[in-house]
């Protein structure tokens, strides 16, 4: 495999001494992060439409003596590493971006829900088809909802580029059933949604972006919120970390997918990452030297996305 | 794993007849194997330790401070789970809350109300290992009754509906069914277990068995042993000491005021989760504080597996 | 009130409260007859509506009047404290802990050797053999203690009714002097080595203050000769209950608040290194 191929080199000439990837888990279509350090255990390197997890968030996880790290990044892995250097997290001479081309990830919960007990040997994807126990399905109604909506399967910014190129399907609007209902019935959805909260921050701690030493929501001097999970107090957990990610979100969805629940939490950073879209003309994880909307001050800035 | 030989058929419909006017949850893995039209909870931690539970209220009235306690009910509740739940309740939560002084009054109260009613197993599920840990997917301990559901009816005993004894076609099958689960059931981890690991708290290879876990605390908080919370008061003038989970993987959960933090590390609070389950509770109360439902590694959201990391640090240290 | 569930804190009014240094101030409660403690316990103060914290008990059982509790503004719940009056109401839960073993010092030459407000417990301690009942069942006493500043010494009359006893030899020291101090300028461990110069076989240690001022006192008694047994701390750690339940107060299979606070060296030895 070209991935394998790539990763194996890099780690035998030295040019990076760790490479962040994913290897198989324990059960069906799950996939597990894992730095790959010798060699000998790129075999274990793999690369399949279930590597949901953000592997930026691991450049946190790194040993001291692992200096430069190659990434297996995928479209909004990329994206998130630009974030990351932008906001002075990682240095770019200290990363090797292995870009690869995402065919879109696959929700597990979408497949276990519908084919009991499937084993990952019966699905496989074929270009925009699903082929599940030999029966061809249209892919997009299997795919995680930020890829429905996702604009850049491949990273923008990488070293190398692998995997062959594919027209990139129509983007679906993920927003537009909960657009149309009245501000009620919208507040009634998250209300719905959020009371499930457990507040095992597993969406934070899985967000590339949540980096903060100390988390506003754990700060005790001072206390924003109860640490047990009234709806009140998840709400503002929630909207608060919303609101810190505006502009800086690269809607990766992976807060969504780590969610023991299946909470569509990434429902509302996509509806964010669309506001900061549409007032800012901004997109995050786009450019390296682009200024983030939420730094810059101008004297003749509208407001408008707080009129 | 054993039959007795007073079980019983029933028919789904008398089983659930006999719920009637009741008031029953079941637990998620319950529900996920059978259909049943009882409300679900996580696990029966949900029922005995809430993730929000008010302890006592406090008030600022006639110019002093006033505080009253607040007791759940002891209503009666009858909680339809897996065997390996039901010994989370009566080996772990039993022994912590109740067994050891003092009592917790108001998990005593809780406890005194639930009636445990097991719904034995009939295959391994992709991430149980309840037979490493000293557990089987048909032991009843701790509950009032055990049922498994069969192709020909449920196989009933203790507590229930009445019936009629099993046939001889039918004691083959339940036969067949022992058998088959004797044969997929993962072997139990060795008895040092708990010293092994002890021994190996310094270990390098902790870095390499913790690596991956995110430190969220959703395994701790699914799970249905672990028992760790945190006191935090609510209101100002008026309001109540709530008691709500809490998580060893949470950095700030031993975090002194003082700014000094035993466990700054994350993989020392991953070490801290195995070795509480593995070694320290054991070490203290006799029994691993994991029942091997695997609940864990299927939320996780990186498939971190505990199992894995128990069978890779005791193979060291042996 | 104990019989209604076993967080629920009685209310006591504080009696008296004393300004120890800048930021450690002494809180004086009145003793409820039932609240039986062993100096080196430590009990749970709840301020209503704002939290709760445990605090180890610096007044001794022989002192029958009162409670006292030296408490050094640091989190949220000392802050609040700090902001209180006498007659302020403040919600009270335990004894908890083991206690220093009273028992095994019977007849022992006793060294205590405290940092910062880390001499809170060991005051009870103190208080409770030089008290007139039980000076006579113990032998030597030497106190060490010390300080950053002069003005972080706390107890400072206690310090110099102390000094003024000729059964007990003490020795004070600061970290960094200033012009009104003529007294010893040194970090503790090294001090101890300096001026602790008897044979120390019976001899019993007994420390307590900040982490790293533990382990380097520890290290100082060891290197002069102390055995692990007779070696004595009382540790800190993040207690919520103080009743062995809330599980975060462990290092390896011990709880802090059931076992300890108060733990020998030599048990030290058998614990995981996670204090």
Known sequence: MELRDAARKLLEEGTVQGILGYRRGSLPFRTRPYLFRNPEDIEDLIFTPFCTVNLARYLFHLPRDCRKVAVVAKGCDGRSLVVLMQENQVRREDLYILGVRCPGMVDRRKLEERWERLGEEEVCVAGETLVVRGVAYPLSSFLEPSCRRCRH??????????????????????????????????????????????????????????????????????????????????FVFHLGRAMHLAGRCVACGACERACPLGIPIATLFFAVAETVREHFAFEAGMDVAALAPFVTYREDDPDACIQ | MRVSSEGRIVSYEAFLGWFEGKRVFATEIVSSRLRLPFPVLPTPKSLLLPQREVLYRFFWEKRTWNITPAFPSEETVFLLCAPCEARAVVRVLDAVFLESAPQDTSYARRRKGLTLFVVGCTFFGATCFCTRVGGSPLSSEGASGFVLSLPFGMYLEGEGPEGRSPGPLEKEELERVLEHLKQSAPPPFPERTPEYLFQAFGEASWEEVAWGCLNCGACTFLCPTCFCFDLAPEGRLRGAMIRTWDSCQFPKFTLHASSHNPRPHPLQRVRQRILHKFSYFPLRKGCFSCVGCGRCVLVCPVNWSIQEAVERMVSGAQ | MRSEGIYTPRLLPIEAIIEETPDIKTFRLPRPEDFVYLPGQFAEIFVPGVGEAPFSITSSPTEAAFLEFSIK??????????????????????????????????????????GGIGLAPLRSLITYVLSPEHRESFGEVYILYGARTPQDLVFRWELSRWGERSDLTLCLTVDEGDATWNGRVGLVPNVLREVFTFPCDRWVGIVCGPPIMIKFTIKALQE????????????EMKMKCGLGKCGRCNIGPYYVCQDGPVFSYEALLTMPEEY
């Open chain 3, 224 to 235: 002069m000769g102390f055995v692990a047994k007779n070696i004595i701390t009382t540790l």
């Open chain 1, 153 to 234: 399967r491949s990273p923008l910014v990488y070293d190398v580029l692998l995997g062959e190129e594919a027209p990139l399907p129509p983007r679906e609007d993920v927003l537009s059933e909960l657009r149309c209902l009245p501000p009620g019935e919208r507040w009634a959805f998250f209300a719905r949604e959020f009371s499930r909260c457990i507040r095992c921050y597993a969406c934070r701690n899985a967000c590339p972006m949540c980096y903060c030493k100390e988390c506003f929501a754990e700060s005790h001097m001072p206390s924003f919120l109860h640490p047990s999970p009234t709806l009140r107090d998840t």
């Open chain 3, 73 to 114: 503004r640091l989190g949220s719940v000392t802050r609040a404290l700090h902001r209180l009056n006498p007659g302020d109401v403040v919600g009270l839960r335990g004894p908890y802990g083991n206690g220093f073993p009273l028992e095994a010092l019977l007849g022992k030459n006793l060294l205590f050797v405290g």
